[in-house]
Nanobody, 120 residues
Framework: QVQLVESGGGLVQAGGSLRLSCAAS????????MNWYRQAPGKQRELVAA???????NYEDSVKGRFTISGDSAKNTIYLQMNSLKPDDTAVYYC??????????????WGQGTQVTVSS
């Protein structure tokens, strides 16, 4: 069984910072993709940041220059450093990884979600 456990959300004032973490555990053979998504009330879930196995990164336009995604392959953990937070960043943040297990095709796994609230 594979589990993704998130931590680091909370309430912060506009302009502040938060760091999210997501640790994968279980029978992991390989991790092929690592992403952070968010879903605000009444809106669809959107991709915020992605990091490939080679370290390449991509960001949604509204967070470029403010958010940084990083990973620690030895710990099967990814992070999302969020700086200069804005009220529009308020959402539930989900980590997502495409993980391969021995004898199985790679599939997507999701964290439980962590609430980020930015007050004005």
């Amino acid at each position: 069984q594979v589990q993704l456990v998130e931590s680091g959300g909370g309430l912060v004032q506009a302009g502040g910072s938060l760091r999210l973490s997501c640790a994968a555990s279980g029978s992991i053979l390989s991790i092929y993709a690592m992403n952070w998504y968010r879903q605000a009330p009444g809106k669809q879930r959107e991709l915020v940041a992605a990091i490939g196995t080679g370290g390449s990164t991509n960001y949604e336009d509204s967070v470029k220059g403010r958010f940084t995604i990083s990973g620690d392959s030895a710990k099967n953990t990814i992070y999302l450093q969020m700086n200069s937070l804005k009220p529009d960043d308020t959402a539930v943040y989900y980590c997502n990884m495409k993980i391969g297990k021995f004898g199985y095709s790679p599939r997507d796994y999701w964290g439980q979600g962590t609430q980020v609230t930015v007050s004005s």
